[in-house]
């Protein structure tokens, strides 16, 4: 009798004991189909038109309040990790979005204009080109809501607003704040939602560029950027560009080589063949010193360098003067440069017989060039 008394308290013990260990999160969804059903409760738990106080709150501790605090809630309790602890990374200035993405605007109201304020969205359905938005605040005061619908093109404007003092200054106005804070482990893919490029996730079958970065990709022309993304609406810089026709050459350029430029550190990615276009003479630089490796290339300067690579081929195109009709703003250091281009084939204008000589180009645009270029003349000089 005695053992069995203490068998009881034993047992009994051990009951206090499992109770008072919390219990384990779900895990976090592992596919897409997970994602959707986890949202599908959200919904239930958060319906329309509810009122949600906030703040959003996690061991005690309170994070943010209102639309903000709620999209952080509602990420939270979808991935069963707090935003503010970890295991999320802020995109600045996205302009791709996936089922599951916070997005935190700045000095933007919830109509899309550029105010003092501020304004937070949960991305829970992506249905083609429009992207399903929850948030709270914008039906009524502490009202949720699920039914905000935006253009990927749209949320993405309101995303890369830039940041004003005020609203009478253009102090500060090349600052952008909006960001897209998204889990790592996101098992969304935005090839659930547009079929896209088997490698770049973010090149949709169907873009006027696929064939394009395909073609650069599959050739070794360009490579992607981090984490699978080809980021096709990113300008692409005087780096990125002379590593691209260094790539197209086949060269094999050396570190060992000199370099002339203060800003071209030897450490960095694209020394050799910033080293190769100068020996080459390819390019030149921003100045005597300077090469300016990162800052945006325009679209002058790409037909200046792609001109002075075909040079380099031994079959440069013809020299003709541009024909736009805005040809008195090209530089005049890129004017036979730029009309041997368009007379190439290799550049068209940007709409309106206008060359635009000064707007940059995007990583895309420029796969398109070179893809024409290379298709058109590399080939038949190869």
Sequence with gaps: MKHHWILRIATLTLCVLLALIPLAANAAPSTTAEVDEAIAKLKNTYKEGDTWTGPFTDGGVSYAAQCFGFACLLGRELFGQNPYKGGWTKHYAAKEFLVGDIIRLRRVSSSGVIKNYNHAYFVYEIKGDTVCLADCNRAGVDKVSWKMTLSVTELARRVAMKQYVNEKSDENKDTPTGYVWRYDDNPYVLAEHHPAHPVFYDVPQGAWYYDAVDYTWQ???????????????????????????CNLSGAA??????CPFTDVPKNAWYYAAVCWAKKSGVVEGTSAMEFSP??????????VILYGYARLTGAPPKDAAP????????????????????NAGWIGGVGGGKFAPLMTASRAQAAQILTVYDKTWGMAIA
Aim: aromatic share 8%.
């Design 219 to 245: 050739n070794g022309i360009f490579n992607g950027q981090t984490g699978g993304s080809f980021a096709p609406e990113n300008d692409i810089t005087r780096a990125m560009f002379v590593q691209v026709l």
């Design 253 to 258: 350029p050396s570190k060992k080589d000199q």
């Design 294 to 303: 990162d800052r945006a290339i325009t679209r002058q300067e790409m037909c």
């Design 323 to 342: 024909d736009f009709s805005d040809a008195d703003e090209i530089a005049k250091w890129a004017k036979t440069a730029v009309g041997a281009c368009q």
